[in-house]
């Protein structure tokens, strides 16, 4: 797999020309290796934040991007010359972990997806479930608090301000200024603000307590939130993807003891909790499933 | 439509005894009209509290009821002597209102019921959604504040400890002990104890604004929860059911004010949110479409 950052901040057009690039760099090279042929290049597969209007190719709305009532779809498709499908991403994930990854072979899916944002996407009877308009599965905006944190967007108690990869750095930044004992700040040389997620996790893995501690609070709140959608969807499978999947059993264990507290005991029994297997290549394998599905028909 | 109280205090046979006797005095009823005779009633539909298993027609667990893996549906088929099916009593309602009454046409619906719990039913394409092991839709104990209100289940701020008839009635008597203005103490002869949420909606029939003050909170509640439920499920349609929406714009206002303040914007604008058309008859007309999808096919 191929990835760059997206660099939204130079504006939309830039972060187009970029994709388009790596797709015909892709289709290049492909040739000059002699693998594949142009007309190998049947189209192309998109999954994008959302939400966004499927029909149309077009972004509605990414909080995190700043993207408003963007034609993502036919921008890129027209550029590369193939036809393409959009679906958000965590939609395009979740179907990726079922075609070729941790829930191959179970028809009831939700996937939770942990970075700037969290996303979900939900699986039903082996398809991807968009609702009525194209916007269901986001999670991330779930109130877990009615009165609790801030978060970017605007209301309070979601569970994104909590559990997301930001509110995860910002708890632990916290903390340390309330002088906790850690590794973390001598991570980023004394300068709190560099302190990401993934400094947590470093330090977890390098045995400092006060980050187990930082993700084991993060896994009650998105146990919280992960035991209302036990109870709500009742899943056969919740996959768990994200940089902080790398905790492991410091983020799984406690999630899990929270969901068995908090949900109704058959619908916890009845689901299986577990990270991805395709990692980060889950989305990109999963846009090329929901191309096939919306062109070309079941895989 | 009969109906009587379900006295589950007595015991579980009492329970079951009277279904039963209800059953066979609308049959004895019809025969003795001349309407029908005994040929023409081919089968029971049943709706419960849950969660409850559907395949083998058994209760696994009612708080409210205190029935634990209760073989419900073969205890009423067999003294009948009529095939029988079994399904949640807020599947039922809802598929009852997708059938008859206010989600007629609409292929994406919630169900919410107000009453002693919390009840929700989702149907999907059509269908009713069971998920994984019949549990899908138990939106009751949804937190909605982790550190909120205790819930009669044992965990910490469930949409139920707000919002459910009794929770009403709590956070009613709440205020009047702080000495409240209201009429509601006179409707109970000044004992507190006695209060209902059927008295806080009679109050504000009456024009009571400390009875119109809590059905507004209850109504910030709710929306919080269903805010929630119109981000990860994208319904085209929420029918809400129950006493308390006797209450009217007092109700439905401040719910679907504080739905489009948490919920994406695109999900709100996709999502009617209306009261019932069927009321209480939702659940009987519903557990007669049950039977007759599970045993005679499409409607």
Known sequence: MRSMPTDAHVGAKFVVDRIVGMIQGVMRDAAREGELDDDAFIGIGLGSPGPLDRETGTVLETPNLGWRNFPLRDLIGKSVGL???????????????????????????????????????????????????????????????????????????????????PAIAARAVEGLEAEAASLLPDMVDGDLDRITAAHVSEAIIAGDEYAADVMRETARFLGTGVANLVNILNPEMIVVSGGVTRAGDHLFGPLKAEVRKRAFKVAADACRIVPSELGDTAGVIGAAATFHLARLGPI
């Open 83 to 165: 036809p393409a499908e959009l679906d958000n991403d965590a939609n395009a994930a979740t179907l990726g972990e079922c075609w070729q990854g941790a829930a191959r072979g179970v028809s009831e899916v939700l996937g939770v997806t942990l970075g700037t944002g969290i996303g979900g996407g939900l699986v039903i009877n082996g398809e991807v479930y968009h609702g009525a308009s194209d916007v269901a599965g986001e999670i991330g905006h779930m109130t877990i608090d009615s009165t609790g944190r801030r978060c970017a967007c605007g209301n309070y108690g979601c569970l994104e301000a909590y559990a997301s990869g």
